[in-house]
């Protein structure tokens, strides 16, 4: 009897290994197509830089974070803008079609996205960047003021801090780089551990709880986007390891807003307060709670505050233009 039941118990436990097998070939297959052929490649000194656009009106760099693409950047586009902007969406270095210089930088990506513009025949944007989009947009803001009209930063990575929080912000990290590196690891890590996965990427339990069908919904999304990640290990391994660039955004001139809650476990909120207090005239919206999602669980308000952000700055934009030309004519 008992060798019976450990035959059905392992007959069982095999039908599902081989679904399991299934359904994630069959989920791989459809990111793969959903990732492929849909965007453009810019050459650059750099290597490729994939990337896509959407939109008409002021130019907007979207910047995505770590586990992202273009495809990411999308997302981020249509949870923060709407169709009165002209949104970019680069993959950064690393990042599904995107190249990776030997030795790459976060400084080498801000001049990849310049290199990106000019491609394009864009002088100026404005520029919204997501978490671990944070440095590199830092840099573009730094070694092109001319070419940044306003700049937006929601949940970013901006400074390395020496802190217990900042100690188990980094294993956190290195977690989640071990998961991206093979497409079944995070797929399964995905389907059956999707809590675990949240809290390690930046939610406690209490902002997990409280989540609405809608937020989950476009969390969940966010989290099946970063499918297949194999493509996305290599820029991810960058993001964990690069650093910062810390005091050097002292010299950023480009009106500046910052939007973070402060039970953020991935990206400490203690970022926004160092990028608060170092860029000049920058702005921090605080939210209490809304960990590293907050731009998903918080959307309406932070949406208006991002727009409303870009959109004040594009008169003063203009107005520069007009001056700059009168200049030249003179």
């Known amino acids: 009897m008992l060798i019976s039941m450990l035959g059905l118990l392992a007959i069982a436990m095999t039908a599902a290994g081989v679904k399991a097998w299934a359904d994630y070939r069959s989920d791989i297959r459809v990111a793969r197509e959903r990732v492929h052929g849909k965007s453009a490649i810019a050459p650059s000194p750099y290597g490729d830089i994939e990337y896509t656009e959407g939109g008409a009106g002021p130019n907007v760099l979207v910047i995505h974070g770590a586990g992202g693409g273009y495809d990411q950047g999308e997302l981020i586009a249509q949870a923060v803008l709407d169709e009165r902007f002209h949104w970019i969406a680069p993959s950064r270095f690393g990042y599904l079609r995107s190249g990776f210089p030997v030795g790459a930088t976060f400084d080498e990506q801000a001049r990849a996205f310049a290199c990106l513009l000019d491609h394009l025949g864009i002088q100026r944007v404005a520029v919204v960047a997501v ?173 208006a505050e991002v727009q409303k952000h870009i959109l004040d700055n594009v008169g003063s934009l203009q107005e520069e233009l007009v001056m700059g030309r009168s200049a030249d004519a003179n």
Request: glycine fraction near 8%.
């Open 131 to 303: 978490s671990a989009g944070g440095p590199s947009a830092l840099l573009f803001a730094l070694l092109y003021p001319e070419r940044v009209a306003s700049l937006t930063l929601i949940s970013c990575g901006v400074a390395t801090i020496s802190t217990e929080g900042q100690t188990e912000a980094d294993r956190k990290g290195g977690m989640l780089i071990d998961i991206f590196k093979k497409d079944f690891r995070y797929w399964i890590v995905a389907k059956m551990f999707k809590r675990q996965l949240i809290q390690l990427m930046g939610a406690d339990d209490t902002v997990i709880r409280g989540l609405s069908s809608r937020q989950m919904e476009l969390i969940e999304r966010f989290i099946d986007y970063m499918n297949p990640a194999s493509l996305r290990y290599v820029g991810a391994v960058l993001d964990h390891t690069a650093a910062p660039p810390g005091e050097r955004i002292a010299a950023i001139k480009a009106s500046t807003l910052i939007i973070h809650a402060e039970d953020d476990k991935l990206q400490l909120y203690h970022n926004a307060v160092f990028a608060c207090s170092t860029i000049p005239g920058a702005r921090l919206l605080r939210f209490t709670s809304g960990g590293h999602f907050v731009m998903g669980i918080e959307q309406a308000a932070v949406r």
